[in-house]
């Protein structure tokens, strides 16, 4: 496992970003585990975050011109990844939308850069694939490119049919998903610590029960 991904579980695990235990999702499955990344919430943990993501993506090597954060959660995402990029020497715009579009000043939906050439969209997690989707028409409606997404956990889980709802925005739209770590990861980091056996044990009867190929 790279090092940054240990470093990230630890962190979140830290934090209480990450829980364990049993926790009903939208599906109505118990899952046990609950990822929470509204929970990086102050100065510390936001620049942090940042650097994580802005690792992953480095080591993922995709090209990219910009960034682009989806209302709401995306909005501070895409800001401090790109705070963390001009910290290790690449200087790369941002930008973000609006729910309603401004009638006023400068109007429209999009603040911060322009959209232009290829456009990296930043978000916590995938679930319905609502966010990206809408994503990925604001800027081909811009006229730029969208050329992949950067999540924080991929938690490889089917959605109605044997997909992911990762490998479904893969699919449905031509984009990589670059993630922080996903559910193997986090299985490979349990099974080092004896104290986490029984919690190891319960995630992965769940990814056999649940999880995507």
């Given at each position: ?148 997404v950067a999540i924080a956990l991929d938690r490889m889980e089917r959605g109605l049919g044997e997909l992911s709802a990762v490998q479904e925005v893969s699919r449905q739209h031509g984009l990589p998903v670059v993630s922080i770590v996903d559910l193997d990861d986090l299985l490979a980091y349990l099974e080092e610590k004896q104290e ?18």
């Amino acid at each position: 496992m790279q090092p940054f991904k240990e470093d990230f579980l630890t962190f979140a695990i830290e934090r209480k970003v990450l829980l364990f235990g049993e926790f009903k999702t939208k599906a109505g499955r118990l899952s046990p585990y609950f990822f929470n990344a509204g929970l990086f919430n102050d100065g510390e943990s936001l620049k942090k975050l940042g650097e994580f993501y802005a690792g992953a993506i480095q080591a993922s090597g995709l090209a990219f011109d910009g960034l682009f954060g989806p209302a709401y959660k995306g909005i501070p995402l895409a800001a401090t990844v790109a705070v963390a990029l001009a910290g290790l020497g690449r200087n790369v715009p941002y930008s973000y939308n609006r729910k309603e579009a401004k009638d006023h000043g400068e109007g429209g939906t999009i603040v911060g850069a322009p959209l232009q050439g290829r456009i990296l969209i930043v978000d916590d997690v995938i679930s319905a694939g609502t966010s990206v989707r809408e994503s990925v028409q604001l800027i081909k409606a811009a006229g730029a490119t969208p050329c992949g997404v950067a999540i924080a956990l991929d938690r490889m889980e089917r959605g109605l049919g044997e997909l992911s709802a990762v490998q479904e925005v893969s699919r449905q739209h031509g984009l990589p998903v670059v993630s922080i770590v996903d559910l193997d990861d986090l299985l490979a980091y349990l099974e080092e610590k004896q104290e986490w056996a029984e919690t190891r044990a319960a995630i992965a009867r769940y990814r056999a029960q649940y999880g995507a190929a």
